[in-house]
Nanobody, 118 residues
Framework: VQLVESGGGLVQAGGSLRLSCAASGSIFSFNAMGWYRQAPGKERELVATIVRGGGTYVANSVKGRFTISRDNAKNTLYLQMNSLKPEDSAMYYC?????????????WGQGTQVTVSS
């Protein structure tokens, strides 16, 4: 299954973006899906995860501002990002795996750039 992210772009601080991650096949087989981000010179950061049953995790750095969701019928993962800050600027990647722990070794998209101007 291939993953393709979209929805990134340039936005002013305080603005919103919705990232999408479209899968070429069914995502139902993936119990765990999530979003990572990586800014230049920084380590990759886990932003949010969602499991098939609907349970979610959101990193403290984005809690209250970002929401992760998945639409199994559309084979798409989403990340709604509100109240964006300059420090949210990064390349955002979606990933999928059988478990949250194995997502890093699972399927990855090519990334979509998010830039937040101050």
């Amino acid at each position: 299954v291939q993953l393709v992210e979209s929805g990134g772009g340039l936005v002013q601080a305080g603005g919103s973006l919705r990232l999408s991650c479209a899968a070429s096949g069914s995502i139902f087989s993936f119990n765990a899906m999530g979003w990572y981000r990586q800014a230049p010179g920084k380590e990759r950061e886990l932003v949010a995860t969602i499991v098939r049953g609907g349970g979610t995790y959101v990193a403290n750095s984005v809690k209250g501002r970002f929401t992760i969701s998945r639409d199994n019928a559309k084979n798409t993962l989403y990340l709604q990002m509100n109240s964006l800050k300059p420090e949210d600027s990064a390349m955002y990647y979606c990933a999928a795996g059988r478990t949250i722990a194995t997502m890093p070794s699972g399927s990855w998209g090519q990334g979509t750039q998010v830039t937040v101007s101050s």
